[in-house]
């Protein structure tokens, strides 16, 4: 395959005038560990090592009303208690320190254009965080798509969305990770015609039937559903899931691989720590051709090492997936953790070069920047 690289990047310069669609009062964000009593359950199972099983793809559309009350069994780790929180608030390690925001202006931003893609090519454009427009096998999936300036407890948005809303072609299905604010935005989602496809992960079904969405597959970890020749797998992650306070892990967590007819794949890992479970998707799926990664909101470790990759742990993740390419996420959009927010970009290309890795697998693309595969 080769590859079509989007024009040189240009400084970004952060929104000036809030949505008053979208804004909402501050409130402590829900993106990040919270307090939890510790958890006493069962260990999540090693990966498996003996054949790899073929998983039975169900249909689309699909919405199950037996699943657990909690999958807090599947936490890599306990969610942190009292003592961690205290913690957090004594250090107040929430938000980059002065010097650590002076580098906004110099964030990547350049949108461009959509480039074309037919149903032999697979077209990446990061939107922003973890919103991507994938084009693959001739279909338009959005990935935990945020279009909304301010979320949930968060400040506004470092960089504007990547894609303006009304230069997107018709979207043909939605994959959402887990439930969180950043992840799962109401007032975007609200823009989606009710009949689109939406793949979320099991339990998360009844919040968009509540909304009118009727065409919602939901899928346990190592499932699958397949729309119109793409196949989309359903995988683990490092994380958890919370979006009120009652809700704590009452529904699951993960990635995507979507697979085109050709055998092409694309992993989406949504948000997620480090872990083993990187080595074993990609042994379950093997010849990952692009992984999307996070690369930010890791600072302080001891506070959110379990549940996001730092830029080193995510080229780790790249290398344990066995995929071809790396494209970074989660980062130069919102404000979530304490590191400066430029470093997540310097410490990923430095860890790239340190793995010997080549330099044009790397796609570390600016919000708006597209990348595409052609056979």
Request: contains cysteine; aromatic residues 8%; positive net charge.
């Amino acid at each position: 395959m080769t590859e079509r690289t989007a024009p040189p990047a240009r400084a970004a310069q952060p929104p000036s005038s809030p949505d008053p669609v979208t804004a909402r009062p501050p409130a402590p964000p829900l993106t990040g560990p919270e307090p939890a009593p510790p958890l006493t359950g069962p260990v999540p199972a090693p990966p498996l090592t003996g054949p790899v099983p073929a998983p039975v793809l169900q249909p689309v559309g699909r919405l199950r009303h037996d699943w657990p009350r909690t999958f807090a069994d599947r936490l890599t780790a306990p969610l942190p208690g009292v003592r961690a929180l205290a913690r957090l608030a004594r250090e107040g390690a929430v938000r980059p320190r002065p010097e650590g925001l002076r580098d906004i202006p110099l964030l990547p931003f350049e949108p461009g254009p959509l480039p074309p893609a037919g149903p032999d090519t697979v077209a990446v454009t990061w939107a922003g965080h973890a919103s991507w427009v994938l084009r693959i096998g001739g279909l338009t999936v959005l990935t935990d798509p945020v279009w909304s300036r301010r979320i949930f407890g968060t400040p506004a948005r470092l960089t504007p969305v990547g894609v303006r809303w009304e230069d997107l072609p018709a979207v043909d299905a939605v994959v959402i990770s887990h439930n969180h604010f950043d992840h799962l935005d109401a007032p975007t989602l609200r823009r989606l015609p009710r009949h689109t496809p939406v793949f979320v992960p099991a339990g998360l079904g009844r919040w968009f039937a509540r909304r009118g969405f009727h065409r919602v597959t939901e899928l346990d970890w190592w499932e699958a559903a397949e729309l119109d020749g793409v196949r989309f797998d359903f995988v683990p992650a490092h994380h958890w899931s919370k979006r009120t306070l009652l809700d704590t892990c009452r529904s699951l967590w993960g990635g995507w691989v979507l697979t085109d007819r050709s055998g092409r794949r694309v992993h989406f890992a949504g948000d997620t720590g480090y872990g083993h479970w990187f080595a074993e998707i990609g042994r379950r799926h093997p010849g990952i051709d692009l992984a999307l990664l996070p690369i930010g909101a890791y600072a302080p470790r001891w506070w959110l090492s379990d549940v996001h990759t730092d830029p080193e742990e995510a080229v780790r993740a790249h290398q344990d997936l066995g995929a071809r390419r790396m494209a970074p996420m989660h980062w130069a959009t919102f404000v979530l953790s304490s590191e400066p927010v430029l470093e997540p970009l310097t410490r990923v290309r430095a860890a790239w070069e340190k793995a010997g890795l080549p330099r044009e697998e790397l796609w570390d693309l600016p919000v708006g920047g597209s990348r595409v595969l052609v056979p």
